[in-house]
Nanobody, 123 residues
Framework: QVQLVESGGDSAQAGGALRLSCAASGITTSSTYMAWFRQAPGEEREGVASISPDGDIQYARSVKDRFTIYTNHPRNTLYLNMRALKPDDTAMYYC?????????????????WGQGTQVTVSS
């Protein structure tokens, strides 16, 4: 049974930083596409960052140069370092694994999803 458990969501001031974690079980982070998505109230879920088994990374334009996605394979954990936070980054952040569209890894078509962790950024 695959489980993805996110943590690290919190409230932060604009300009601050947070690190999100996604502990995976039932799958191996080194052998599958993984990604972070977010969904703000009233908005559609959107891709934030993805990482391939080979380490290829993609970022949404809105977070490029501020967010960093990486994996710790021995810990089977996915991370998202977020800095220079903006109020627009406020959302529920979700971890996802095993893309069905590996050619478009920020697409929503992932097989496994976590429950989410809330990030709130105030100005």
């Amino acid at each position: 049974q695959v489980q993805l458990v996110e943590s690290g969501g919190d409230s932060a001031q604009a300009g601050g930083a947070l690190r999100l974690s996604c502990a995976a079980s039932g799958i191996t982070t080194s052998s599958t596409y993984m990604a972070w998505f977010r969904q703000a109230p009233g908005e559609e879920r959107e891709g934030v960052a993805s990482i391939s088994p080979d380490g290829d990374i993609q970022y949404a334009r809105s977070v490029k140069d501020r967010f960093t996605i990486y994996t710790n394979h021995p810990r089977n954990t996915l991370y998202l370092n977020m800095r220079a936070l903006k109020p627009d980054d406020t959302a529920m952040y979700y971890c996802a694994a095993e893309s069905r569209k590996w050619w478009s890894p920020l697409d929503l078509d992932y097989k496994y999803w976590g429950q989410g962790t809330q990030v709130t950024v105030s100005s």
